[in-house]
């Protein structure tokens, strides 16, 4: 039998789920951004290498959360606002989208961002450690998103599976990690962090209060509805 880790075990960047040219062909399909806001945001993250979800990922989100009604969403990691873009267009006025992050110039960029395409006022946005201001937040959530340092990625989990409600989503993004969780040698970018996310993984996959899917579309994005 093949070893299908063989040709990428000393090059895990190699392995890309999804053919680039039919994520090209994917992009091509998603209809033009309604927003030169959109674009800006996106041109910043390529300037800064920011790690954003970008637009398969972004919509993908969106519907996620408008499959089940989501009118109340929990982003663990909210950068300048761009998956916040998503998730506060579809969860629509009467909803609300609680955003987290360290650094206060991510916060001013998702208010510029974001009020200029009147979405600001939906959204609640925290500065500080996400695991923190989660524990600082009440009640029940239709999403908890995570895309948090990928080490506290199992803690993530710990703590937002027993906030989502039933018929709720966990979604967390990188969870393929460029490949690294499928190969034996590989370089991570800070130590633990692929262990980390092939725990995570796992103990989503392992909880029976879940149903769970890998979508494998850019770095992979896992979906789990609490039953």
């Known amino acids: 039998m093949t070893d299908i880790r063989s040709p990428t075990t000393e090059n895990p960047s190699v392995l890309i ?4 040219v039919i994520e090209a062909y994917m992009r091509g399909l998603v209809a033009p951004s309604d ?13 800064e290498h920011f790690p954003i979800v970008d637009r398969l990922v972004g919509v993908f989100l969106a519907t996620q959360a408008k499959m089940i009604n989501a009118k109340r969403v929990f982003e663990f990691g909210s950068g300048y606002g761009y998956s916040a873009y998503w998730f506060v267009r579809a969860v629509g006025a009467a909803g609300q989208v609680v955003c987290s992050d360290a650094d206060p110039l991510n916060m001013e960029r998702a208010e510029k961002y974001l009020t200029s395409v009147d979405l600001w006022n939906q959204v609640q946005f925290h500065i500080g450690m996400a695991q923190d201001v989660f524990s600082q937040t009440e009640g029940l959530f239709d999403i908890c998103y995570n895309d948090v340092d990928k080490g506290d990625y199992p803690e993530v989990w710990q703590m937002a599976k027993d906030r989502i409600r039933p018929g709720g989503l966990y979604i967390a993004d990188n969870v393929l990690w460029h490949g690294r969780v499928a190969v034996e040698n590989f370089i991570d970018v800070m130590p633990g962090w692929t262990e980390a996310i092939v725990q995570h993984n796992q103990m989503i996959f392992d909880d029976p209060a879940f149903d769970a899917f ?3 579309t850019r770095d992979g994005v896992i979906v789990a509805r609490r039953k």
Do not use: G, K, S
């Open 17 to 20: 789920p999804v053919n680039p």
């Open 35 to 47: 927003h030169p806001v959109l674009l800006e945001m996106e041109e910043l993250a390529r300037r």
């Open 214 to 216: 890998i979508n494998p």
